[in-house]
């Protein structure tokens, strides 16, 4: 239902995407791209739109690196990734489509990459593995707290764990809400 309902903003930035590749060869490419991500202690490919140049894209992939590193410079961004998706978190919708494959969920804690969750794992901390990955989550509404993600994580598992099925609905709406109230604000990366 989200993705009829977003269909004619998808339509615009993809739109918006083909324009500044039309008129940047540098920013060309794909208009996806995936990355390695773990829910549930399963590996999928966590789909996004492409904010990072070709060039920059590649590097990463080649490093075994996850885009956040790279996105917080703004000389590795296309013009539409560092005006519109970026700032809006509009870079997150495709994301949608894992939520419809069942690769994750709509609320639930960040979903990591690989690596981070093997070390995580060696410390004795296994909830990626036993919870789906959300497109939303506690750690992705709090901008600006100074709460780590990762207790903010912890945090959303203990109530997934423990509240009843209608209160987790409700919480879940609460935190769908925030989300809502977060990117009406712009408040993704600003350059």
């Known amino acids: 239902m989200l993705l009829a309902l977003l269909s004619p903003l998808i339509v615009a930035l993809l739109a918006a995407m083909a324009v ?6 540098a920013d060309r490419g794909g208009f996806l791209y995936r990355e390695p991500r773990v829910s549930r202690g399963r590996l999928f490919g966590l789909l996004k739109f492409r904010t990072l140049k ?17 996105e ?11 005006r ?18 069942g690769d994750m969920s709509l609320v639930g804690p960040r979903p990591w990459p690989p690596e981070m969750v093997r070390r995580q794992d060696a410390e004795g901390r296994d909830y990626r593995n036993r919870i789906p990955a959300g497109l939303t989550g ?6 600006g707290e100074a709460t780590l ?3 903010l994580d912890v945090l959303y598992l203990e109530r997934w764990s423990t509240l009843s099925s209608w209160a987790l609905v409700r ?6 809400w925030r989300t809502v109230v977060v990117i009406a604000r712009g408040e993704g990366l600003n350059f």
């Open 138 to 143: 506690p750690a992705q509404v709090t901008k």
């Open 84 to 101: 519109l998706l970026k700032p809006w978190y509009l870079d997150e919708v495709p994301q949608l489509l894992n939520v419809l494959r």
């Open 171 to 176: 919480f879940d709406l609460q935190i769908l």
């Open 20 to 25: 500044n590749m039309t008129v940047s060869p």
């Open 72 to 82: 917080a410079d703004p000389d590795n961004l296309t013009w539409t990734g560092r």
């Open 149 to 151: 993600f990762e207790d």
């Open 54 to 70: 070709r060039d920059v894209l590649d590097q990463m992939r080649g490093a075994d690196g996850h885009a956040r590193l790279y």
